[in-house]
Nanobody, 120 residues
Framework: QVQLVESGGGLVQAGGSLRLSCAAS????????MGWYRQAPGKQRELVAG???????NYADSVKGRFTISRDNAKNTVFLQMNSLKPEDTAVYYC??????????????WGQGTQVTVSS
C-alpha cells in the first residue's frame, strides 16, 4: 500500500506565504512525476504545478512567478512554496504522485487534500 500525506495548509492573508509538503510512504520502488492540484468550490480540479523525477517543472499560468514546486527524492517528498497568495488561490490542494510499486507497474496516487484559505 502507498500513502500520500499532506501538511502545511491553513489560513493566510492576501500577500502572505504558505509551504505545503507531501510525503509518500509504503511500497515504493520509485516515483515518476509528482504534482499539486487544487479544487475550489464549484470548480473542477486543476493542475497547479508538476515536477519530474529529474527536476523539470511546469506551472499553471495563474501561479507562475508566485509558486515554486520542489522535491526531495531521498525522502519521497514534494513541496509547494506559495508566495504572494491571492484570495483566488483559496482551494483544497491535493498532492499527486505516479508511483512504481514494482518494476513494471505504476499508477497515480492522491493525498487526502489540505485546505488553503486566503483572506482579502
Amino acid at each position: 500500500q502507498v500513502q500520500l500525506v499532506e501538511s502545511g495548509g491553513g489560513l493566510v492573508q492576501a500577500g502572505g506565504s504558505l509551504r505545503l509538503s507531501c510525503a509518500a510512504s509504503g511500497s515504493i520502488l520509485s516515483i515518476n512525476t509528482m504534482g499539486w492540484y487544487r479544487q475550489a468550490p464549484g470548480k473542477q480540479r486543476e493542475l497547479v504545478a508538476g515536477i519530474t523525477s529529474g527536476g523539470s517543472t511546469n506551472y499553471a499560468d495563474s501561479v507562475k512567478g508566485r509558486f515554486t514546486i520542489s522535491r526531495d527524492n531521498a525522502k519521497n517528498t514534494v513541496f509547494l512554496q506559495m508566495n504572494s497568495l491571492k484570495p483566488e488561490d483559496t482551494a483544497v490542494y491535493y498532492c499527486n504522485a505516479d508511483i512504481y510499486s514494482s518494476p513494471y507497474y505504476h499508477r497515480p496516487y492522491w493525498g487526502q487534500g489540505t485546505q488553503v484559505t486566503v483572506s482579502s
